[in-house]
């Protein structure tokens, strides 16, 4: 009997330690009342994309014991309300942390942009809708980056282009 692997990941994690994971802990703590269960994903996930750039990451979300990972999945509407308030919590915490001994804070409107242009696909496209002009949109990005000392947006070859 011969075998071939299609396919292959490495293993990788965040560390249960890590700043993005003790900022979680804090916040499930304060909106659930009760402490972060720290567990590893046995499963792959897209999130070692991110791990392998150097972007702290995490996994965290709702679902049921019984339906984790299944094809007809579920979770309470609540559970999700809530776990929406632990992530915005989280991202807000996370980028206020002080870097090489120096606060550093990112505005709710610099989170609002960025996360535009993530749905948008573009920085042209969420500057038309924020109504910004395309270079204004660009040096918020640049600012944040800069602040952080981490690019937010890691380059994307266009189509066609090698």
Known sequence: MEYSFSWRSEPNSTPRTADIVECLAENVQEIWKEPLTRTY????SDARFFRYAGIPTLQY???TPSGIHSYNETAEVTDVVNIAKVYLCTIVDFLNKKIDGRSCFMRIEQIGQILEIVECGSIGKAAQKLYMQQPN???????VEEEFHQPIFLPYPKRGSV
């Open 61 to 63: 979300g709702p679902s």
């Open 41 to 44: 994903q046995w499963a792959s």
């Open 137 to 143: 949109l660009s040096m918020a990005v640049k600012a």
